[in-house]
């Protein structure tokens, strides 16, 4: 199988590449290096035969389906999105240019693409839209988890953008005849994430010794997906997954934000000890415009269906995690000068 990867030097992107070359896939990696996508992320597959990279924005028609013929894909895995909910709070717009427009240019490109494939090929072709379990509002803290039934509710212009991108997909596939599967996922974390996001910012900054911001009161909860376990899921979603079918991926370790801090303090408090506990750098800042209180996956469709659920333990995955950025300042070091990184963003008002 040759698979384009959409986004393919961003956060999951990369995972998925990285363990697609692995397992003996041709990728052909589309990204248009926004200021979170690193292709140093991809450097132990740079140089494989079987990878591809090709820089170009998904809203550029042309060029999406220029690449589309050149490298005849026989799947596309779509990542490629604006995913940072305060940055969306501050500049709405370009979230929509690219996870709205960019999705319906992109679909339309694969659609006039799988139109001129030979029968054979065109049976056997996908499209895997991979989008957010933020689509679904939020939920209270006795509310059963998201599921693929739940209704749309989003709260914030990410996950609205992300909603309407699901939307789309899904009527490419009913009107058009696009062969899709779509995946709804909870908060990835990691090696190789970008370091805006709670997990790096809580490693990073406690490692520098400056204050761990936690929003409000540090009570919102989420649930938490090692990218790894996400990457495989994605994979088998694309091979075996129905087509038309939605299926929610979930890491089964929901906790509050305070507590999840606390737990990564601790795992530093043991690798990278310092004269006192990393939480005692803990602060609690102004929350965010409305902030979701809490998301929750239930994975029982892609577990009965498709035999998936997560291998990696969140305290396993958190030292993995911190290791590895313990291990690899040459990865993140050069991305705190870019722009918006080490600045509270999100903070308009209602």
């Not at 961003?10 to 990285?18: C, D, K, L, P």
Request: negative net charge.
């Amino acid at each position: 199988m040759k698979l384009l990867v959409t986004g393919g030097a961003g956060f999951i992107g990369s995972a998925v590449v990285r363990l697609a070359i692995a397992r003996g896939l041709s990728v052909v990696n589309l990204d248009k290096l926004t200021y979170s996508a690193n292709l140093a992320s991809l450097v132990s597959v740079q140089d494989h035969p079987a990878y591809a990279f090709e820089q170009a924005d998904i809203v550029d028609a042309p060029a999406v389906a220029a690449i589309l013929e050149k490298h005849q894909p026989d799947a596309v895995m779509h990542l490629a999105a604006e995913s940072h909910v305060d940055r969306s709070i501050d500049g709405p717009l370009a979230f929509i240019h690219t996870n709205v427009t960019g999705t319906a240019v992109l679909l339309e490109a694969v659609r006039r693409y799988v139109a001129g494939m030979p029968q054979g090929r065109r049976e056997a072709f996908r499209f895997h839209h991979v989008s957010t379990d933020e689509v679904f509002g939020a939920l209270g803290v006795d509310d059963p988890p998201f599921d693929e039934t739940t209704a749309y509710a989003p709260n914030s212009p990410y996950s609205a953008s992300k909603a309407a991108s699901d939307h789309l997909v899904r009527a490419w596939g009913e009107t058009f005849g696009v062969p899709f599967v779509l995946t709804n996922c909870s908060n990835n974390y990691g090696p190789f994430q970008f370091p805006e996001k709670l997990i790096p910012v809580t490693v990073l900054r406690a490692l520098a010794g400056q204050s761990i911001p936690v929003y409000g009161k540090g009570l919102n909860v989420r649930d938490w997906l090692f990218v790894d376990d996400h990457a495989e899921a994605l994979l088998l979603v694309l091979e075996k997954g129905r087509l038309g079918q939605t299926y929610c991926i979930g890491g089964e370790a929901e906790r509050r934000n305070i507590d999840l801090v606390a737990s990564l303090c601790g795992v530093l408090d043991q690798i990278a000890p310092k004269t006192t506990p990393h939480a005692d750098l803990i602060s609690f800042v102004t929350d965010r415009p409305g902030h979701d209180l809490r998301y929750a996956i239930d994975i029982a469709k892609v577990r009965e269906e498709l035999g998936w659920s997560p291998r990696t333990s969140l305290g396993e995955g958190l030292e993995l995690t911190a290791r590895w950025y313990i291990d690899n300042r040459s990865w993140w070091e050069p991305l705190l000068a870019r722009e918006g990184v080490g600045r509270r963003l999100g903070l308009s008002p209602r």
